[in-house]
């Protein structure tokens, strides 16, 4: 497999999670869950992927550790088996030992907005 990399665009709105607790399967987030909008994927990315580093534009490493992708929707909530090849998503993602501040700090933003961006490493 490829090194996979997935751009992420900003952090999925707190006060909107009840649309996605179906989609995503989830009731509450657990305090090392995410959830963010990821530009499209240049790969097909299954459920389980483990990445291993975040980094910000300027390729430094934000974050070393176990990032696992757990669930993946889109805009219209349907559920996938992992990110699709060319498609945008939105990812639930679960860190082994903590969220990095450089994640808590990217704003929460819309389906169609890209304001700050970092990339996950497998």
């Known amino acids: 497999m490829e090194k996979e ?8 709105p707190s006060s909107d999670f009840s649309l996605l607790r179906e989609a ?20 097909e990315i299954p459920l389980g992927t483990i990445f291993h580093r975040i980094e910000n534009m300027n390729n430094q ?4 550790g176990e990032i696992k992708l ?11 088996d992992g990110i699709p090849k ?7 993602f679960k860190f082994q030992d903590q969220i990095p501040l ?13 304001i700050s961006v970092l990339r996950l490493h497998c």
């Open 5 to 12: 990399n997935i751009i992420i665009t900003g952090r999925f």
């Open 24 to 43: 995503l399967k989830f009731n509450i987030l657990t305090k090392l869950e995410v959830i963010v909008y990821c530009l499209y994927s240049e790969y």
């Open 61 to 64: 490493i934000v974050y070393e």
């Open 70 to 80: 757990t669930n993946v929707t889109q805009q219209y909530l349907r559920p996938f």
């Open 86 to 92: 060319g498609w945008k998503t939105i990812c639930k």
């Open 102 to 114: 450089a994640l808590i700090e990217l704003p929460e933003v819309s389906w169609d907005e890209t």
